[in-house]
């Protein structure tokens, strides 16, 4: 384990040829809890804060540390000092009314996006996580899990295949370890692989199997509705024997949209391209002639239940945005206004 993470470290390190890394100390974030941060260096982990100047540099929660970033800790305190820049982020909104980014792990490759082959089994929910990992920069991967307990385990993933094209598929057993070895070309040195899906689903499972070690705590699903209870409080980072880490994340009742403008054109581009024939330019596909939509659907190209999932989608994050955009001139205006508070103070 010291070998590889010395080095995954090396080659972070190596790879930051425009940042001078003088009088500070490499690390990764492990776990987030109460504002403070475990964080991992190439020797150890440590307990850390964010420092004060960066604190003031905050506008949007998207400023802060969370889990799977690379930080810079000042060599004397161990404060953090700096996030550097992120490859790629996943994100959801936050419970509740509020407007606000939940940022569910960063620098990521590939999402496992995972599900029960169960009665809780869900096109519509893992078409949501999809939309996210698109806009996220990650590489989306759909695990169905608990295979053993399924007996159409090819018909479900046929239909999940069929409804959610171009996105691989994987079934799997953590009982009997079927299909196992077909995640291990995710699983690479300096790659990093975040599991999300409802409580239940196995991702804490596969984390314990994939270490090698019980570092997790599971328990089974309610026998009656299929549904997981939460295991897993909070997300954590784990780094394994071959230098690939793993981000573990709880169970998620809600996945409401942050933004996913781009992830939404890509998981629904087939009905994007149909609405380029409408005739009018701004058609409503509701009533007007020459409506590709409409036509689609009349001829069985198109399920009518996947333009109206289509169109719910659209609006949620097109509402998200009106909102978001709300709430960033808040806190922008917040922040110029503590500012010149800082001057006439000094």
């Avoid at 100047?53 to 060599?75: C, N, Y």
């Avoid at 291990?184 to 994939?210: F, I």
């Avoid at 890509?266 to 409408?278: K, V």
């Amino acid at each position: 384990m010291k070998n590889s993470r010395n080095m995954l470290f090396q080659t972070m390190e190596d790879s930051l040829t425009d940042i001078d890394l003088k009088g500070y100390k490499l690390g990764r974030v492990v776990t987030e809890q109460k504002g403070s941060f475990m964080v991992m260096t190439s020797e150890n982990e440590l307990l850390s804060k964010i420092s004060g100047k960066l604190r003031f540099q905050t506008v949007k929660r998207d400023d802060l540390p969370a889990v799977g970033d690379w930080v810079l800790l000042s060599e004397e305190g161990g404060l953090i000092e700096r996030v550097l820049p992120r490859n790629s982020k996943f994100s959801r909104k936050k419970a509740g009314l509020e407007a606000e980014e939940q940022i569910i792990a960063t620098n990521i490759d590939t999402v496992f996006i995972l599900s029960s082959l169960n009665d809780d089994l869900n096109v519509n929910r893992i078409e949501r996580y999809l939309l996210l990992c698109w806009e996220s920069g990650a590489n989306p991967v759909i695990v169905l899990t608990k295979s053993d307990t399924c007996t159409n385990v090819e018909d479900k993933k046929r239909e999940v295949e069929n409804a959610l094209g171009g996105v691989k598929v994987h079934t799997i057993s953590s009982v009997n370890m079927e299909g196992i070895q077909d995640l291990q070309p995710y699983l690479q040195m300096g790659k990093t692989v975040a599991l999300v899906g409802s409580s239940g689903v196995g991702k804490s499972t596969l984390t314990n199997l994939l270490l090698g070690r019980e570092e997790q705590i599971t328990k089974e699903v309610r026998e009656a509705d299929d549904k997981g209870r939460h295991t897993t409080t909070h997300r954590e980072l784990f780094l394994l024997e071959n230098g690939t880490s793993i981000i573990d994340t709880p169970g998620m009742r809600e996945i409401q949209m942050w933004q996913g403008q781009e992830g939404l054109s890509t998981q629904f581009n087939d009905i994007e391209e149909l609405a380029l024939g409408c005739k009018f330019n701004d058609c409503s596909h509701v009533d007007e002639p020459g409506c590709s939509i409409k036509e689609a659907i009349e001829l069985n190209n198109l399920t009518r239940e996947r333009f109206e999932h289509y169109q719910k989608l659209q609006r949620e994050i097109a509402y998200m945005e009106r909102k978001g955009n709300k709430r960033l001139e808040s806190l922008e205006r917040k922040k110029w206004k503590s500012a010149v508070k800082q001057r006439k103070l000094k």
